[in-house]
């Protein structure tokens, strides 16, 4: 899933305050506990939710949209995994909104997916007129080498491509001038009544500074149908040195089989100013295609 995107404005404020927001994901070179959480709050964040879902009698969560950390999971051989959402971003000086993002992901055998990600941008500033272009093309492929089965440890690597497509999106400021090679690993363990998704990753940026980033997911099913969960994510780059941590809470809502209700809200963890949003969001749907090869609700 793509992330927070970024547009020549918000990159420059970025840069003033050495700080930046990637389309794409990152990986720190600190120590990994102040680069998971990204801030003091974020930990406290982190501590209170844990607490609340132990308290929980079972849980299951899944990495994937409607969050930004993926997970081991495939759709399974020759099986399809279609997700269509609305993506608002909302920053103190203007708004960024993938309308829609379309994220298309096929099974190749049981443990391998091919990924193909874009999005039609819509960037509104009251300094200029509303802006429409496409957006970046994120091919990926992944590939969960090792199985430990429902409630095992699963591992797998996601690597990834963000490349501009051609046009005058960047000339024109909806996508960033950067191309971005990431090579992330996502892992999957079921703890008691809780199932966590993990993800670490770094970010090779041609034009611009390598970053990193990293995700936690935790959930619950609280019937049959409803799931719902907390994302803890944050991404930054090294140099210069800085992170945008935020927290997400969200559910999916298996409507009737193929289709899944996505539904995520959140904001940054940060105080909200140009590259920090106040509102993070995702509305939209997942189609598992063909229905037959999906267990029936």
């Given at each position: 899933?793509?992330?927070?995107?970024i547009?020549?404005?918000?990159?420059?404020?970025?840069?003033?305050?050495?700080?930046?927001?990637?389309?794409?994901?990152?990986?720190?070179?600190?120590?990994?506990l102040?680069?998971?959480?990204?801030?003091?709050?974020?930990?406290?964040?982190?501590?209170?939710?844990?607490?609340?879902?132990?308290?929980?009698?079972?849980?299951?969560?899944?990495?994937?949209?409607?969050?930004?950390?993926?997970?081991?999971?495939?759709?399974?051989?020759?099986?399809?995994?279609?997700?269509l959402?609305?993506?608002?971003?909302?920053y103190?000086?203007?708004?960024?909104?993938?309308?829609?993002d379309?994220?298309?992901?096929?099974g190749?055998?049981?443990?391998?997916q091919?990924?193909?990600?874009?999005a039609?941008?819509?960037?509104q500033?009251?300094?200029?007129?509303?802006?429409?272009?496409l957006?970046?093309?994120?091919?990926?492929?992944k590939?969960?080498?090792?199985?430990?089965?429902?409630s095992?440890?699963?591992?797998s690597?996601?690597?990834?491509l963000?490349?501009?497509?051609p046009?005058?999106?960047?000339?024109?400021?909806?996508?960033?001038?950067?191309d971005?090679?990431?090579?992330?690993?996502?892992f999957?363990?079921k703890?008691?009544?809780?199932?966590?998704?993990y993800?670490?990753g770094?970010?090779?940026?041609h034009?611009?500074?390598?970053?990193w980033?990293?995700g936690?997911?935790?959930?619950?099913?609280?019937?049959?149908?409803l799931?719902?969960?907390?994302?803890?994510?944050?991404q930054?780059?090294?140099?210069?040195?800085?992170n945008?941590?935020?927290?997400?809470l969200?559910?999916?809502?298996?409507?009737?089989?193929?289709v899944?209700?996505?539904?995520?809200a959140?904001?940054?963890?940060?105080?909200?100013?140009?590259?920090?949003?106040?509102?993070?969001?995702y509305?939209?749907?997942?189609l598992?295609?063909?229905p037959?090869?999906?267990?029936?609700?």
């Amino acid at each position: 899933m793509q992330q927070v995107p970024i547009t020549s404005q918000i990159w420059e404020n970025t840069l003033m305050l050495l700080l930046r927001v990637e389309d794409a994901p990152r990986i720190a070179r600190v120590p990994l506990l102040l680069r998971t959480l990204g801030s003091i709050s974020m930990l406290r964040s982190l501590i209170l939710l844990l607490v609340l879902f132990f308290a929980a009698a079972s849980a299951y969560a899944q990495g994937g949209p409607p969050y930004y950390t993926n997970d081991p999971g495939t759709p399974g051989n020759l099986n399809w995994e279609i997700n269509l959402g609305y993506m608002p971003f909302f920053y103190s000086n203007q708004s960024v909104s993938h309308t829609p993002d379309v994220d298309i992901n096929f099974g190749v055998g049981e443990r391998v997916q091919l990924t193909y990600e874009n999005a039609w941008l819509r960037v509104q500033s009251p300094l200029s007129a509303t802006k429409f272009g496409l957006g970046q093309s994120n091919p990926g492929v992944k590939w969960r080498f090792y199985d430990g089965g429902e409630s095992g440890l699963s591992i797998s690597t996601f690597p990834q491509l963000f490349l501009n497509n051609p046009g005058d999106a960047v000339r024109r400021g909806i996508t960033p001038p950067s191309d971005v090679f990431l090579l992330p690993f996502e892992f999957s363990r079921k703890f008691g009544p809780i199932h966590v998704d993990y993800e670490i990753g770094y970010q090779f940026v041609h034009k611009g500074p390598d970053g990193w980033i990293t995700g936690l997911v935790l959930g619950h099913d609280f019937t049959p149908k409803l799931e719902m969960d907390m994302e803890l994510y944050s991404q930054g780059t090294f140099h210069p040195s800085g992170n945008q941590p935020t927290i997400g809470l969200g559910a999916r809502y298996k409507i009737h089989r193929p289709v899944i209700l996505l539904l995520m809200a959140g904001r940054s963890l940060e105080p909200a100013r140009s590259n920090q949003s106040y509102f993070i969001g995702y509305f939209g749907i997942q189609l598992l295609l063909p229905p037959k090869s999906y267990k029936l609700e």
